[in-house]
């Protein structure tokens, strides 16, 4: 085709970039490097930040694993043989009601005629007395029992039941709350509001019904921050130091709502109470309480020494009409170690006491005399009976009840354990051997 005069060529360019140098490409990629290293970081922090609420969200928050807790074991200062005391001797004729409040009656009005009483000295007890109750009150807790239930047209129902709790431990994953078992029965579910008011769900760790008591957890993640760092833990105290005529506070639920308080004087300690397995003492308060609905007892130092507890009631003069019976800590805290680690209370099923010299001398062996084989016990279920004298546990010789108690708390249940005892024969004591399964309490 030619060209004619009006018609114009169209150039047809194509923009060629120059060609980049060494340096430039350089520049370039440093720059690439850089913005993916300032992203990644971004990107980084913000899925740590992001990924405990997304796992506490998603229900897949790993548990946080702690040490298990510890509790040390007690001595007695005094050393002295324990003397056995029955229930029918501490609760029955022995020591009576009226016995209690003359004794004191006696130590309270001694007390009165030699100190020298003022209006500062009694402003100064009771400040005192209030600071320990206002310093137990980080540690008390309100145990909320939710049972789910139809009525009689099917209509769903809730029932709740408030009982008190004191905060026993606290680890880095978890707040160890002891209280009764009576709060954990039949519950559906559980929940805690701590002194300041905010509110944590709590699972049942673990139970002992021989004592009526159990342990209850609350996860660290699921309390509010400012109650983490306002709550304590109660110091636990030797029970082993209290005596009769001590001060003690009551707190919990001693008035029959939690957070209320007493204060009396111990009236008595029974010594050598046969218990469910060992023995334990008994002390006696001059108030009257609820133990079914959680009442501790706090010395002078704040530290928790017992609770109060039915389970030694005999007839009308078990637990008094303003008397309280509890159970003192010490003797307690090897099975309160295994609560709080989740494990059951080792349970072998029997009562008894110590051979005396006396019952030696008649010719019977040494060792714990069983005054009672319970029914339906790992050692009844296997022959085991009353009068049988308990010798060795595995290959170890029990020449007491409190032998018998340690070797108990070094087993958990379940454990198969060989088992030694001598029975009268006509004219002599035999050895036989039992394999006992523990159970639990």
């Known amino acids: 085709m030619s060209d004619t005069p009006n018609e114009k060529k169209f150039m047809r360019e194509k923009i060629v970039k120059p060609p980049i140098d060494k340096r430039r490409a350089a520049g370039r990629i440093l720059c690439y490097v850089l913005?993916?290293?300032?992203?990644?970081?971004?990107?980084?922090?913000?899925?740590?930040?992001?990924?405990?609420?997304?796992?506490?969200?998603l229900g897949k928050e790993q548990p946080v694993t702690s040490a298990p807790i510890t509790i040390e074991r007690d001595q007695d200062p005094s050393g002295e043989p324990t003397p056995v005391e029955t229930m029918a001797e501490t609760t029955g004729e022995g020591i009576r009601a009226e016995d209690l409040k003359d004794e004191v009656d006696k130590i309270v009005g001694d007390a009165m005629e030699k100190?020298?009483?003022?209006?500062?000295?009694?402003?100064?007890?009771?400040?005192a007395f209030r600071n320990i109750y206002l310093e137990s009150e980080k540690s008390i807790v309100t145990v909320s029992a939710v049972k789910n239930d139809v009525d009689w047209f099917d209509n769903p129902i809730e029932t709740t039941g408030q009982y008190a709790g004191i905060i026993i431990a606290v680890n880095s994953s978890e707040a160890l709350i002891l209280t009764g078992q009576s709060a954990v029965a039949g519950a559906d579910s559980l929940r805690v509001t701590f002194g300041d008011g905010s509110t944590a769900a709590v699972e049942l760790k673990s139970q002992d019904i021989t004592s009526k008591m159990a342990v209850v957890s609350a996860k660290i993640s699921d309390i509010e921050e400012q109650t983490?760092?306002?709550?304590?833990?109660?110091?636990?105290?030797?029970?082993?130091?209290?005596?009769?005529?001590?001060?003690?506070?009551?707190?919990g639920s001693p008035s029959g709502h939690v957070h209320s308080v007493k204060q009396g004087l111990i009236a008595y300690v029974a010594k050598g109470v046969q218990a469910v397995d060992g023995q334990t003492r008994i002390l006696y308060t001059e108030f009257e309480s609820h133990a079914d609905e959680g009442t501790f007892l706090l010395n002078l130092s704040g530290q928790l020494v017992g609770w109060a507890t039915d389970t030694y009631q005999s007839g009308d003069n078990g637990q008094t009409e303003d008397k309280t019976m509890a159970i003192p800590i010490s003797e307690y805290k090897g099975v309160l170690q295994k609560l709080t680690n989740g494990q059951s209370a080792p349970y072998f099923g029997?009562?008894?006491?110590?051979?005396?010299?006396?019952?030696?001398?008649?010719?019977?062996?040494s060792g714990v005399y069983i005054t009672d084989s319970i029914a339906d016990g790992p050692a009844y279920n296997v022959g085991i009976q009353n009068g049988d004298i308990l010798t060795k546990i595995r290959d170890t010789e029990i020449q007491t009840i409190r032998d018998f108690q340690n070797r108990?708390?070094?087993?958990?249940?379940?454990?198969?354990?060989?088992?030694?005892?001598k029975r009268k024969s006509i004219d002599e004591y035999k050895e036989i051997e039992y394999q006992v399964t523990i159970g639990a309490r």
């Not at 008894?352 to 006396?358: E, K, P």
């Not at 108990?408 to 005892?421: P, Y």
Request: no cysteine; proline share 3%.
């Open 115 to 127: 100190f020298p009483w003022t209006t500062k000295n009694l402003t100064e007890l009771n400040d």
């Open 350 to 365: 029997i009562r008894g006491q110590d051979v005396t010299s006396v019952m030696m001398e008649s010719g019977i062996p």
């Open 408 to 421: 108990l708390e070094d087993t958990k249940t379940g454990d198969s354990v060989k088992v030694t005892v």
């Open 35 to 57: 913005f993916a290293a300032v992203f990644g970081g971004v990107a980084a922090v913000s899925f740590v930040a992001s990924l405990p609420t997304a796992k506490k969200l």
């Open 228 to 251: 983490v760092n306002w709550m304590k833990a109660v110091e636990l105290g030797n029970s082993y130091s209290v005596r009769t005529g001590d001060m003690v506070l009551a707190v």
